[in-house]
């Protein structure tokens, strides 16, 4: 089982290596990929492909990754907190909360860069805790919480949409911001999310034995010493940072945090400790692949990434649901 | 009576409602206590005060001499190991990553296992009898092995005290006799045993002390096994009769 893992976790690190050198090479404006390789390893600083490289595909894919890692991280996170299979930062409406406390720092503090993730945190946690409230304060089923979820998203969504059209002058394209994207981010808007996403996917791989434990229910959490409320907030807030932080710049993809969780609990298993950092690279490729895909699909136009991942994480949402039926094993 | 656990005048509230009040019961150390009774008598509930996940309104549990609200969610877990009743969720993990989690109340942050540890384990999956299920995923086993799985696991915390809430449900009858011939292994390693049991002629098999809870949510008796039988108190909660039969040559008790 270690070997058939070590193996698996080396293809998922060639994957993301591979994606993302492809996400450097292919773009609007050919660049040879010994001249991609040169500015990788520091032997081209001038010229046209340094430029590119360096400030406009250089952050695109840096932005993927953190996309990647942190919503598949966020999943993984969710599912287990909830109990939930169909948790994931898009599913609960976390995605849209986050989204609509983005675009309200850009009414009130449209220079602050920097606020952006703040208020997407904020947005995330207040929504993550409604949902668990909700989940947990009226004992509703796990599909009600996903209904209640969606009915949060599209609240939110209205929000946003009304923000759009109430302030004209949002530096913003309203219909990439709803599909999610990552196209033209730059250093600037990546630095804070990236730190963010770094170190609570540090933190939540600290956490992960944790997690295991909190993924028994909670009487037997409880049973074991745990203080099931506090871990819980706690890992809440993560799954919130995560998701924030990402939204913050890619505006709402979707489905990462479902699909991605999923694949890697098929390959893996459900222990966390292999799970969060399996997901996060593989989240980090799905994302990385997915935009690549948008650039080439349809070239010389873009597709923006979340156009894709709708297109396929959709198929599997209604794979997943049809195939639970309302069945409570999964994501333990 | 030396009791391992005590309840005094222990009240317990949900919301609003009062499930338990003003109970006062003893379970006495090194031996199987039953606790039976009903359904929605409140012996979940009453047990739930040991492991944090029943709030405890009025009253105190003492666990020997200490108070219970005096330990911390570790220092409890190290005492008393809980086994919850029907889990509704079946972790797709290996058996001896499962039993590890029993460690968690002795694990530092690093949540590293030591050579004690591993120890512990090691003599939990020995004394269930699934040490060479280890590598198998708990998702494929059948209820009943599976059930062992977790018992292992409520084992490897290295308690005197285990808790079981329903152990037996759902399970086949071989797999319930394994069961219970699990807990008799476990008191004659002098554990405190205290289980929650429907099957009213297992109980009075295996029970060395039995405690009959009614649907007032009251205690009707709680006392040694032969007394509690021969006192009509599980009869009258659960409106049975009860006969004595020569089976297995010895003296049995049915109810009916």
């Known amino acids: ?332 | 009576m030396n009791a391992a656990i005590r309840f005094e005048n222990v009240t317990v509230r949900v919301g609003r409602t009062e499930i338990l009040k003003d109970l006062s019961v003893s379970f006495p150390k090194g031996r199987i206590s039953v606790l039976l009774g009903p359904n929605g008598c409140g012996k979940t509930t009453l047990l739930q005060c040991l492991n944090g996940m029943s709030e405890i309104a009025g009253g105190h549990v003492f666990l020997g001499e200490t108070d219970l609200s005096s330990l911390s969610g570790n220092e409890r877990a190290k005492r008393i190991a809980f086994l919850p009743q029907v889990r509704s969720i079946i972790p797709a993990i290996p058996v001896q990553t499962l039993v590890e989690h029993g460690r968690f109340p002795y694990l530092g942050f690093s949540r590293r296992m030591g050579e004690e540890d591993r120890k512990a384990v090691r003599d939990a999956m020995k004394a269930v009898g699934i040490s060479d299920l280890k590598e198998r995923y708990v998702d494929t086993l059948s209820g009943g092995v599976r059930q062992k799985v977790f018992i292992a696991m409520v084992l490897a915390q290295g308690c005197e005290t285990l808790v079981l809430d329903e152990p037996t449900t759902f399970l086949d009858p071989a797999a319930q006799r394994e069961i219970m011939q699990l807990l008799c292994s476990l008191k004659a390693q002098g554990k405190t045993v205290i289980t929650v049991l429907h099957d009213l002629d297992r109980a009075a098999d295996i029970a060395d002390y039995i405690v009959v809870m009614t649907k007032e949510r009251k205690t009707a008796a709680a006392g040694d096994a032969a007394a509690v039988l021969k006192s009509g108190a599980i009869e009258s909660a659960f409106d049975v009769q009860r006969a004595e039969v020569n089976a297995g040559g010895r003296l049995r008790q049915i109810f009916y």
């Not at chain 1, 913050?248 to 799970?275: E, M």
Request: with cysteine; aromatic share 8%.
């Open chain 1, 1 to 332: 089982m270690k070997k058939k893992n070590t193996l698996l976790f080396i293809i998922l690190i060639f994957l993301l290596l591979v994606s993302a050198f492809l996400g450097l090479l292919f773009g609007s404006v050919d660049i040879p990929a010994s001249d991609t390789l040169k500015v990788l390893t520091g032997r081209l600083r001038e010229g046209t492909s340094y430029i590119l490289i360096a400030t406009v595909r250089l952050p695109r894919v840096l932005g993927c990754i953190g996309a990647g890692v942190g919503l598949a991280t966020a999943g993984v996170i969710l599912q287990n907190v909830m109990n939930n299979s169909l948790a994931s930062p898009n599913t609960i409406g976390v995605n849209s909360s986050a989204g609509l406390a983005v675009m309200l720092s850009m009414v009130f503090f449209p220079e602050a860069v920097g606020a952006r993730p703040v208020f997407a945190f904020a947005g995330a946690l207040i929504t993550s805790l409604l949902i668990f409230a909700l989940a947990w304060g009226s004992g509703a089923s796990r599909t009600t919480v996903i209904l209640a979820g969606i009915t949060v998203s599209s609240f939110f969504s209205a929000g946003i949409n009304l923000i759009k059209i109430l302030d004209d002058d949002i530096a913003l394209n309203i219909n990439t911001f709803m599909i999610g994207s990552v196209a033209g981010v730059s250093m600037k808007d990546i630095r804070l999310p990236l730190i963010i996403i770094l170190l609570v996917f540090l933190t939540a791989c600290l956490f992960s034995g944790h997690l295991n434990v909190l993924a028994l229910g909670d009487d037997i959490a409880g049973s074991l010493g745990m203080n099931v409320n506090a871990v819980r907030f706690f890992l809440l807030t993560l799954s919130s940072l995560l998701a924030g932080a990402v939204i913050s710049y890619t505006g709402l993809l979707s489905f990462v945090g479902l699909i991605v969780p999923h694949i890697c609990r098929r390959l893996f298993g459900s222990d966390n400790r292999i799970l969060i950092p399996a997901s996060g690279l593989l989240g980090a490729s799905y994302v990385l692949l997915c935009d690549l895909l948008g650039r080439l699909i349809a070239a010389p136009y873009e597709l923006p990434a979340g156009i894709i991942m709708s297109f396929i994480g959709g198929p599997f949402f209604l794979f997943l649901l049809l195939k639970r039926k309302g069945g409570r094993r999964v994501a333990a």
